[in-house]
């Protein structure tokens, strides 16, 4: 089908909500064989599905499998996270988002408070993994070459920012807020306090750092 059109399937979540993913780009081929239903949308492709979107060059919906396949510069957001790497698979349990699997120059950024929309706590190494949880972020880990930005507050005032590497990163999240960081073997870290940190927003971002507007 050309023509920019629209995929639309009305699922009920375990819950009893209403999910509705919706899938458009310029060109959509549908395939219906034994093994698997599948929709492959190219060119310019958006993806919704409650409170998740995405966009890329080349999207796969497996229906059987619950995945969601998206390839050439894909950008995931889920609430206030943005997702980017090579190839991201979005995993789908339950009628839930359940994970959402980043392979190769794995990114993730979000804002750290409303109160400084130019501050954003960032994730990156060669995989990333984001788990969901009631419709929530609970975790997200990063391996290899993992390394993460973030700043903290003391009483709604910004107070520095921390950097620190690892073989592995995890970011634990408590109501889509971060609660606390695990970092795994070969540990560095630097904490920066705020007079070096205020008005020098951009060199305290990590290499790759890209905000895209949903």
């Not at 239903?37 to 409170?51: H, K, N, W, Y």
């Not at 120059?105 to 979000?110: E, I, M, R, V």
């Not at 070459?145 to 592995?168: C, E, F, I, W």
Request: proline share 2%; hydrophobic share 40%; with cysteine.
């Amino acid at each position: 089908v050309s023509g920019t059109p629209l995929l639309v399937q009305i699922d009920t979540a375990s819950d009893g909500r209403i999910d509705t993913l919706m899938i458009t780009g310029r060109l959509m081929e549908a395939f219906r064989d034994s093994a698997n239903e599948r929709f492959v949308a190219l060119d310019s492709v958006a993806i919704v599905r409650g409170t998740l979107s995405a966009r890329c060059g080349y999207g796969i919906y497996l229906s059987a499998d619950s995945l969601v396949v998206l390839r050439e510069h894909p950008v995931v957001w889920y609430e206030d996270n943005q997702l980017t790497g090579d190839s991201i698979d979005v995993y789908i349990r339950n009628k839930n988002v359940s994970r959402v699997v980043v392979s190769g120059a794995a990114f993730a950024a979000s804002q750290s408070d409303t109160l400084f929309p130019e501050r954003f706590n960032q994730m990156k190494g060669k995989g990333l993994t984001m788990y969901l949880h009631n419709r929530k972020v609970s975790r997200i880990i990063v391996e290899s070459n993992a390394t993460s930005l973030y700043y903290l507050y003391d009483k709604n005032k910004a107070n520095g920012a921390n950097k620190v590497s690892g073989d592995r990163v995890v970011m634990y999240f408590s109501d889509g807020r971060i609660d606390k960081i695990s970092v795994i073997r070969g540990v560095e870290g630097n904490y920066y306090p705020e007079n070096l940190v205020k008005g020098r927003i951009s060199t305290q971002n990590l290499a790759g750092f890209v905000y895209y507007r949903n």
